[in-house]
């Protein structure tokens, strides 16, 4: 939880893109409101690097309203950062990306320590626009840049036993949020072998065009949309293929709320708050009329229930949530 | 107690400034503790109007007054042992004050969560109230401090008389039933409502021993 205090010397990053000049301008008003300019401190996020390669625009893109960057790279759940929403932009600095590999074992052909250029490189990129849905009963409409992880899968050959692909965020001893146990470090995430070869999912390693920044799960994460938002785990440095259905950090945390397939859907609740709706953040952050939009119904699967459903033909969702 | 110089403007300023200590003290308390707990407030409407809420205003405010209810009732509620633990009546004196500043942030949370969350949408409140435990437990602190602060005045204390002690001690089960809101309502991180479950147990377990005794 954010404390008040703090909240006087917070204010969203400079960013150079399409809205400079209204957010130049709106930091310019806040400025003034605030009376003291030095009061408003900027948190250290760099303008955003821009990809140098073509971005080939997908078909699984929805053409919602895009959730501006200012929103995506301010208002995150990255634990091993903090847990305050604006800890991750905040401590941004502190999560060391480079250099970075990335450990592939388990039942596949070629399993090894992998460099993130290694793991990138063979890969043309995407920008697929995905709804984003956390469970805590927010969403936003995310830009991403990336590749479907069923071509990553692809090139290391996982053998008949590879049942599950189980996932591992790096651990850095000195990140704000490592150094207490809110969760059992490391973060770890896992999927059916078929939800992982689904060509929605997807390995993202930008956003908007740019490297992703470290509040967004740089230099790897995983994002797949018809799941709660912490099913999609940052900053991956193992990926493994296992004959058992891996555990997964939220349901180790609180297995009666948090299940292992953590689909998106509005028909059971989570047992302390509603999943029916939610809040899309998107418009430009802090102005007023943020106060007065209304929230919309949450979409079973997020809205991907058509490409999804086959995955789940005959699984009681209630029970397997 | 005028000195006996009567009209002289020397030593009357002489009388003034050797009365000045305890004036002080007893005088500057009460705005200087009023002032601290205002200025929550006005850095929320700052941020407020300035946009520095970030992309979830309606989730920041709730917080963010919520937590502000909550530890402006665990003060109110430890006046009473700091008058104990410092054989002095000055923090009794305060407890009404702080005491209307728990209702008070209590009923801008509730009126967000009300008005700009659900916006006003009975079924949904209904289905919040009748499913989730920790909007019970929230609900039934904020009912017990209505009359509580509908009662706060002096003249209902004097017309209640004993009535008046026996309603207020609601506030016990207010504290209580508003930390378990927190504690039910955290994702994750417990620290913070934990902190405050402690704080409270302490602050009630005083009064118990000292009842015991």
């Known amino acids: 939880m954010r404390d008040w205090m703090k909240m006087a010397g917070i204010r969203s990053s400079e960013i150079t893109d399409e809205k400079l000049f209204r957010q130049r301008r709106q930091l310019l008003q806040a400025s003034a409101a605030a009376g003291v300019t030095g009061l408003i401190a900027m948190p250290a996020m760099a303008e955003g690097k821009a990809l140098n390669q073509p971005i080939v625009k997908s078909s699984f893109s929805t053409d919602e309203e895009l959730s501006t960057k200012e929103t995506v790279t301010t208002y995150n759940n990255f634990y091993e950062l903090g847990t305050d929403k604006g800890d991750p932009v905040r401590y941004a600095d502190r999560l060391q990306t480079e250099p970075w590999s990335v450990t592939i074992d388990g039942e596949c052909a070629k399993p090894g320590v992998y460099t993130l250029e290694d793991v990138l490189k063979p890969h043309a990129i995407e920008e697929r626009i995905y709804r984003m849905r956390c469970v805590e009963a927010w969403s936003m409409v995310i830009p991403w840049n990336g590749f479907s992880l069923a071509d990553l899968i692809k090139r290391v050959e996982p053998n008949s036993r590879a049942k599950y692909v189980a996932f591992e965020t790096v651990v850095q001893d000195d990140l704000p949020g490592v150094k207490r146990n809110v969760l059992e470090w490391p973060y770890r995430e896992g999927l059916r072998m078929d939800e992982a070869l689904h060509p929605l999912t997807m390995l993202a390693m930008g956003i908007y065009g740019e490297e992703l920044p470290n509040q967004n799960g740089a230099p790897l994460r995983l994002v797949v949309p018809w799941k709660y938002g912490y099913k999609s785990i940052k900053s991956i440095v193992r990926i493994s293929f296992v004959e058992e259905q891996p555990v997964t950090s939220w349901n180790m945390s609180a297995p009666q709320e948090y299940g292992f397939y953590s689909n998106v859907n509005p028909e059971r609740s989570h047992p302390r708050w509603s999943q029916a709706r939610e809040r899309r953040l998107s418009g430009d952050t802090g102005g007023l009329s943020a106060l007065f939009a209304s929230k919309s119904d949450t979409l079973y699967m997020n809205g991907y229930a058509e490409q999804v459903a086959e995955l789940y033909q005959g699984m009681d969702l209630q029970k397997f949530h | ?213």
């Not at chain 2, 509908?150 to 930390?179: D, P």
Request: glycine residues 8%; without cysteine; proline residues 5%.
């Open chain 2, 1 to 213: 107690m005028r000195s006996s110089a009567g009209g002289s403007g020397m030593s009357s300023t002489v009388e003034a400034l050797r009365r000045w200590p305890v004036l002080r003290w007893q005088s500057v308390i009460k705005p200087l503790v009023f002032t601290a707990a205002i200025i929550p407030f006005l850095f929320l409407l700052q941020a407020l109007f300035s946009g520095s809420l970030g992309p979830n205003p309606i989730d920041e405010l709730t917080d963010q007054t919520g937590t502000l209810a909550i530890r402006m009732l665990l003060i109110s509620l430890a006046l009473t042992p700091l008058r104990g633990l410092l054989k002095n009546t000055w923090p009794v004196k305060l407890r009404r004050m702080m005491g209307l500043f728990a209702f008070f942030y209590a009923f801008v949370h509730v009126s967000i969560y009300l008005l700009l969350d659900q916006q006003l949408d009975p079924a949904a409140i209904w289905e919040d109230l009748a499913e989730r435990p920790y909007i019970m437990a929230g609900t039934v602190a904020f009912v017990i401090l209505i009359p509580l602060a509908m009662t706060s005045t002096r003249g209902m204390v004097r017309r209640l008389g004993r009535r008046w002690a026996s309603l207020h001690r609601g506030v016990y089960l207010a504290g209580a039933a508003v930390v378990v809101h927190y504690v039910w309502l955290a994702k994750g991180d417990l620290i913070e409502p934990f902190v405050y479950l402690a704080i409270l147990m302490v602050l009630l377990g005083y009064r118990f021993v000292r009842l015991l005794r």
